[in-house]
Structures are given as C-alpha cells and as structure tokens.
C-alpha cells in the first residue's frame, strides 16, 4: 500500500468541508475522484500533502512513516509528508519570471538542497519526457496553457515523489489543448506512477484509473473500480451526477 487514508475531517470555522473520508491507494495504482463543485475533492486533495492542514485523519505510508493529525503534527513531519508528494495545480502556478528548466529546477535546488548541475540534467530530461524539450528557455507567457500546465507535471515531477497529485489539471485549458496535458499523464500511469486525481474528464478516469471515488458533501458516496461506479452505479446520488455532467441539456 502506497499510502492509506484514515477517518480524514477538514472544517472551516463551522464549515464541515469533509466528514470522514477513507482511502487506500495501493503502489502504481490510479485514484481518480469525482464528484460536483463544492463536494470537497479539492480539500482532500490538498490535505494529502498539508497544503489544508487536517482536523482529524491518519495518513500511513508503505515505508512505515505515518502521521496522525488529531495531534498536530510537527514541522519536519510535515516537510517530510509534503517530500513524498507532487503536487499539479489547475492553474499552473509557475513562477512568471523563470524559465521552463528554472521553474522545474527550483524544488530540488532551494528545497531539497540538491546539486545544481545534476538537478539540471534531470530537469531537461522531464522537460524532454512531457515534449517541451525545445521550450526549456521560454517563460510561462510564451507557453500556451497546454505547455505550461506541462511544465507543472515536470516540476511536480522533478523531486521524485511517491505520489503524484493532480487537481483538475485540464479546467482552465482551452478543449484543444486538454488531449496533450491527458496523454502526459496516462503516459506516467503506464509507467506505473501512483497518483490522485481530481477530474471530471470522466473518459479518462474510465480509461486510466484503477479505483473511483465519488464524493459529494464531505464524505464519500460510492468508490470502486471504473466501470462498476461509471457504468453501474448502485448510488441514486451517483446515478444522478454522471446523468447531469453526461447529459448536459
């Protein structure tokens, strides 16, 4: 087991965000979450690797590092959890005033203290793997949202996490450019990446993931494998949000 999630709670101030949620990822495996806009797949995502510090959950890796948050955690704890993640947001969140290669060099060199040069030739060879390795030069502006958000999984990348995290990578891109961003990570997950997904390209999640949780109102509704929960959901609330993101009108 890559990592197991257990009883997670997140409020905000009297906001209950997430209500007990559970989750096993087994090593190499996809986890694709699903669910409507204000359920709380992000929170969770986010608090996989502390970036929404937990109320109440216990997180236990498969080398035996485990952190309970209904104990607040400590510093190095915490920089520790954050170590064993990448983390790909919607929007990019590149440094405007680096390059492709400088955005991607930065975790390894000014977080994990790592050597200049050979963090260099790692990061060209991920700018390569993503098909950017003719744009390591450019600055975001330059880059279409495709490219950048590219250039975001090789930076998540770049310090060789065990988990990679994925936070509706292809919303803010234009319909043309969601296919280079999806085919990047299907790609790492035939090469056996473990990753969380949140995503509502349910052809993908069909396609890719080993395991699909539909979460709406801070707790999970229904999870298991792709085809069971998006073609024969045994759930009135999942049969009722897959008719209305599938059927539209």
């Known amino acids: 087991m890559q990592i197991q999630v257990q009883n997670l709670h997140k409020s905000f101030g009297e906001l209950n965000v997430l209500r007990g949620i559970d989750l096993e990822v087994p090593k190499g495996n996809v986890v694709a ?9 992000t929170t969770f995502l986010r608090c996989l690797n502390a ?3 937990p109320n109440q959950g216990l997180f236990e890796f498969s080398d035996g590092f485990s952190l309970d948050f209904s104990k607040y955690p400590k510093k190095n704890e915490i ?4 170590r064993k993640s990448g983390m790909v947001f919607q929007s990019y969140n590149l440094f405007p005033h680096k390059t492709a290669l400088e955005n991607v060099m930065e975790g390894p060199v000014i977080v994990q203290k790592l050597n200049k040069e050979e ?3 790692r990061a060209v060879s991920l700018l390569e793997k993503v098909g950017l390795g003719e744009k390591m030069d450019l600055y975001p502006h330059q880059l279409s949202g495709g490219q950048q958000q590219r250039v975001g999984i090789a930076r998540a990348l770049a310090i060789e996490p065990e988990l990679m995290l994925f936070d509706e990578p292809t919303s803010a891109l234009d319909p043309e450019l969601v296919g280079e961003v999806l085919s ?3 790609e790492l997950a035939r090469e056996g990446q473990t990753m969380v997904v949140v995503t509502h390209e349910l052809k993908f999640a069909e396609d890719v993931a ?3 949780m539909f979460i709406d109102g801070g707790v999970v509704v229904e999870q298991g494998p792709p085809k069971e929960i998006l073609k024969a959901p045994k759930e009135a609330r999942t049969k009722q949000f897959l008719d209305r993101v599938l059927n539209p009108s």
């Open 33 to 41: 979450i699903i669910g409507p806009s204000g359920s709380g797949k």
């Open 51 to 53: 970036l929404e510090m």
């Open 79 to 82: 920089l520790k959890l954050r």
């Open 119 to 121: 963090v260099r030739a």
């Open 184 to 186: 990047v990570m299907k």
């Open 210 to 212: 080993d395991h699909v």
